[in-house]
């Protein structure tokens, strides 16, 4: 029975009704044709109320093999034939024709069984009959009091639900809505399967198929047909990358078997297609406690050095993705056990043992990150202590910085060329060479490479999506990213709505703040509101959208910008080596600048050369005691920043010179001094580094006035006229 979803089975010694039916692996063994020809059947009426009448088996069709066709003969070994699957196809269409027909005799019958009188049972305890009746569209009896057409199966998906009428109660118009949801999904699920079923894999060699998509769960948000292309494709990618090996689960009984699905699809807009993955649920791993799952990423501060090196020194700027990495590494467990898609069509105990890693494995990023290190050092390249992500061959001069995926490789154009192509015996990958003025989307950013330098930024794009988010796109622009405190503030906290829009727009701003500068202290001081924003933290948030609006055009550019942090001295030094670069780090704090808690913050900006590299906004983890204390401790953050890109420049063998800029003549004074003056007997001893690397002479302290500190505009809100003049040395323009 197609509708009830069960099958009878007839054996010698009778019928039996069952809800699964597994068919035997050999032709011989799957029916007896003598009982078949036999059967006979009489439908079921528990209550009387039919005319007797006998079904043959003419009435149900019977499967039987198709001709030539290796899997009817055995489904565990071989896949049915593209000829077997239209058979069967048409058999269904047939069986749903059938039904119908059958239903309508069945009405017919009881419509003129009815008529006749039944005499009833004249018990004084024992309610009267309800009346029945027969629905005309799925053919099944219902008490004429009951609500059958909520639950009619013989409803067709397109056919217009009926509108409650003004006299139901909510609760049954409530009911009537969520069945109308439960049978419009069913509906879809049905048509998924029919198209599934006609978009099956064809195998080259036999023509026969290869996966099976029928009765698994489709998204309702994207055409059946791409979704099950976009699946096959990755069934595909992962055995053409040989990551399992079929495995019966009762050899180990308690090993365990890590679940598995369908991760969300996903649009690729540029190619207008589906792109589908089959994930791992890592939350089911066991991992041992020495387990080392540390996979590093690219610090923004390598990515931006490498480019401007390629700017400085005139080199070619290359692009590429790795297709499925994760497929390409061999976990450090080697018995790994997961369940298998059905759409492979296994049996209940075979599972797979993982030869490759899948993705939402805990431990694949870091078997991916071994895998990738060592083909870099099989080509020649090295890797950095410092910044692990960052590679380099000084023999061709090519440096390239991997994020998980994504590649960004400097050099000669040949030899980044050649660099892909010898990469490509290796892993699957996609790359791409960028002219002048080409854009591509690197780390989620658009890069554009210029004569003399690059961008890499958000884009416009993005911020016209959180103006708008945020309904400030007709909102009145404003000069200056934010104001000073007035005396008459609304304390008031925000609501639960407003608190959550609050949450998000400023989450958007943090990370539009990575490459516009001018808002990193306007952003810092909204996130430190977080857990309970008021009202004048969201006029705060409305004053730094309206600037937004009045500058959504300006850029980063990293090119070479004019800067005050020169002098004749700094630049003898040097001058005579060919690959030396001069780091200058910017400096400046506001003390006591929260009025709240009178902590301070620290800014500054790193170029290198004259590209400006980055910048930060940071509020300090102590109360200074002092304006001299509190440019002490921004003078060590800038130290730690700048000695990080030294390190990493020193491995690719630069020569390199770092130069720290302060207005504060205190601050100064304290950093080329040794040990704690009587006003510095407090601090803590990690902040006197900062005195030994000055001594050592890997760090020199530089005085600049405080109008042409650009490090001003991260510690405070600035003047207009102060902001018109400092922000082009952000490259802000």
């Known amino acids: 029975s197609v509708v009830a979803d069960e099958h009878f089975i007839g054996t010698k010694d009778g019928v039996i009704a069952v809800r699964t039916v597994r068919r035997k692996a050999t032709d011989e063994e799957k029916f007896d044709l003598t009982i078949l020809k036999e059967f006979r059947g009489t439908p079921s009426d528990l209550r009387g109320t039919k005319a007797p009448r006998e079904i043959d088996s003419q009435d149900e069709f019977a499967w039987t093999r198709t001709p030539d066709c290796m899997g009817c003969v055995d489904a565990h070994k071989h896949h049915h034939s593209k000829k077997c ?94 069945v109308d949801m439960i049978r419009a999904k069913f509906a879809r699920k049905a048509v998924y399967e029919v198209v599934a079923e006609n978009l099956r894999g064809i195998n080259e060699e036999d023509n026969e ?130 369940e298998p898609p059905i759409e492979m069509g296994y049996d209940e105990h075979t599972v797979w043992r993982l030869k490759k890693s899948l993705y939402g494995l805990k431990s694949a990023p870091r078997a991916w990150a071994d895998h990738f290190s060592q083909i870099m050092e099989e080509m020649g390249y090295t890797k950095s202590l410092i910044d692990p992500t960052c590679y380099w061959n000084n023999k061709i001069d090519t440096k390239v910085v991997v994020h998980v995926d994504d590649l960004l490789a400097t050099g000669k154009k040949k030899d980044v060329e050649n660099y892909f192509q010898e990469l490509e015996k290796h892993v699957l990958l996609k790359w791409k060479i960028l002219a002048q003025k080409d854009k591509d989307v690197y780390l989620g950013r658009e890069l554009s490479i210029h004569q003399n330098g690059f961008t890499h930024t958000m884009g416009k794009r993005y911020v016209d999506s959180l103006l708008l988010k945020s309904h400030m796109t007709d909102a009145k ?160 953050s800038g130290a730690s920043e700048a000695l990080f890109l030294a390190t990493l420049l020193e491995e690719m063998e630069y020569s390199v010179q770092v130069l720290e800029w302060s207005d504060s003549t205190s601050g100064l004074s304290q950093a080329k001094r040794l040990g704690a003056s009587k006003t510095m007997k407090h601090v803590e001893v990690k902040y006197f580094h900062l005195q030994q690397l000055v001594a050592a002479r890997r760090l020199y302290p530089r005085k600049i006035a405080g109008l042409e500190n650009t490090a001003d505009l991260m510690t405070k809100y600035v003047d207009l006229d102060i902001l018109v003049k400092l922000r082009p040395t952000l490259g802000l323009c």
């Open 477 to 636: 622009p404003v000069a200056t990213p934010g104001a000073k405190d007035s005396k008459d503030s609304d304390d008031t906290p925000l609501s639960a709505d407003e608190h959550k829009d609050y949450r998000s727009i400023v989450g958007s701003l943090q990370w539009l703040a990575f490459d516009r500068w001018d808002l990193l202290f306007a952003t810092k001081e909204l996130a430190r509101r977080l857990a309970a924003p008021t009202n004048e933290d969201k006029k705060k948030l409305k004053h730094l959208l309206r600037y937004l609006k009045s500058t959504k055009d300006l850029e980063m550019k990293v090119l070479p910008t004019k800067t005050p942090f020169h002098t004749a001295k700094d630049d003898r030094r040097g001058s005579f080596s060919k690959k030396h670069v001069t780091l200058h780090v910017a400096v400046d704090s506001d003390w006591a600048g929260c009025k709240t808690t009178r902590k301070s913050t620290s800014g500054g900006i790193l170029y290198l050369d004259n590209y400006p590299l980055n910048a930060w906004s940071r509020t300090q983890p102590v109360i200074a005691q002092s304006s001299a204390e509190a440019e002490f401790y921004a003078m060590c």
């Open 85 to 178: 699957k239209e058979r069967r196809a048409k058999w269904q269409l047939d069986q749903s024709e059938r039904i119908v027909q059958l239903a309508g005799k069945r009405k017919r019958l009881a419509a003129s069984s009815s008529k006749e009188e039944i005499p009833e049972p004249q018990a004084q305890d024992r309610p009267k009959r309800k009346l029945r009746v027969v629905c005309e569209k799925c053919g099944a009896e219902y008490d004429k009091e009951e609500n059958h057409e909520l639950f009619c199966s013989g409803v067709q998906p397109d056919e217009p639900s009926q509108e409650p009428s003004p006299g139901h109660s909510p609760k049954y118009k409530r009911i009537k809505t969520k």
């Open 209 to 338: 198929g290869d996966y099976f998509f029928e009765g698994t769960y489709l998204p309702d948000e994207f055409p059946p047909e791409l979704v099950v292309a976009a699946r096959k494709k990755e069934l595909e990618s992962i055995q053409e990358f040989d990551v399992f090996e079929p495995v019966d689960r009762r050899t180990k009984p308690g090993k365990k078997v890590i679940t598995t699905r369908w991760a969300p699809e996903k649009w690729k807009v540029k190619d207008v297609i589906v792109k589908s993955r089959f994930v791992v649920r890592g939350f089911d791993e066991r991992l041992d406690e020495d387990a080392n799952l540390f996979a590093a990423t690219p610090v923004p501060t390598s990515v931006k050095s490498i480019l401007a090196l390629a700017s400085k020194e005139g080199k070619c700027v290359g692009t590429a993705d790795v297709s499925t990495a994760f497929l390409h590494a061999v976990p450090e467990d080697q018995d790994i056990w997961v």
